[in-house]
């Protein structure tokens, strides 16, 4: 497809299980970032990846949350043991380095999430 | 530590009652402020950019303009459509980090017909 896709939309899991949420970026698209957004919170930064590497981890909130991207397209972010504090939407986003820059545009586009929900 | 506010947390409009929202931020080494729309259920869609105090984008019935301290994103004449969550989001010149995106925790924007 022409936007960002993610799956699943919404998971329901009991705490203590590992859950796995996957993004599809924009074909081309050499950044990614994963966000979350707690209900009526803002963005919250996790992590992102140029190409295959995540120079920027700073956001990961623990050890439970790791996030992987292969073949400089689809990103998994994984959470261990997950806790109730974990349930959120949490956000991909893709964007595109401007030719002769080194820095990717601010511009992100957005997949439409995926519902944690953590009983 | 870099932040950015943004007021007021919810407004309430009749159809046509034009506005303004507020993003006032406090960074050092802004490369750039970017206005976003948020639909209930969906990921924010990007609305504009604005690189330098005093720059304007406008776009249909909304227009964002930029200063040193702060954007505002003024809506005239507003729609039932135009009801979402509005998120301003800021650039900054890297300290090293690639977070590139500090996100406010947004307006709720409701304008009733």
């Known amino acids: 497809g022409a936007g960002v896709s993610q799956s699943p939309s919404n998971k329901v899991t009991e705490k203590g299980k590992d859950v796995e949420l996957r993004c599809d970026p924009i074909?081309?698209?050499?950044?990614l970032y994963w966000y979350r957004q707690s209900l009526g919170q803002g963005l919250e930064f996790l992590i992102y990846?140029?190409?295959?590497?995540?120079?920027?981890k700073s956001g990961l909130p623990s050890d439970r949350f790791s996030a992987e991207r292969t073949g400089g397209s689809v990103s998994t972010l994984t959470i261990q043991r997950t806790q109730q504090e974990d349930s959120a939407v949490y956000l991909c986003?893709?964007?595109?380095?401007?030719?002769?820059?080194?820095?990717?545009?601010?511009?992100?586009?957005f997949g439409e999430g995926s519902r944690l929900t953590v009983l | 530590e870099d932040q950015v506010t943004q007021s007021p947390e919810a407004l309430r409009l009749q159809e046509g009652e034009s506005s303004s929202l507020n993003c006032s931020y406090t960074?050092?080494?802004?490369?750039?402020l970017f206005w976003y729309r948020q639909d209930p259920g969906k990921g924010p869609e990007f609305l504009f950019t604005?690189?330098?105090a005093g720059e304007e984008k406008e776009k249909e019935r909304l227009k964002a303009t930029l200063t040193k301290k702060e954007s505002f994103l003024h809506i005239t004449a507003p729609k039932p459509e135009d009801s979402a969550t509005y998120l301003c989001?800021?650039?900054?010149?890297?300290?090293?980090?690639?977070?590139?995106?500090?996100f406010g925790s947004g307006t709720q924007l409701t304008v009733l017909p």
């Open positions: 989001a800021v650039h900054l010149f890297s300290s090293g980090s690639a977070r590139q995106l500090t």
């Open positions: 960074v050092s080494g802004l490369r750039g």
């Open positions: 604005l690189y330098s």
């Open positions: 990846f140029q190409g295959n590497s995540a120079p920027d």
């Open positions: 986003a893709s964007s595109f380095r401007v030719p002769g820059r080194v820095t990717n545009t601010g511009e992100l586009f």
């Open positions: 074909s081309g698209h050499t950044a």
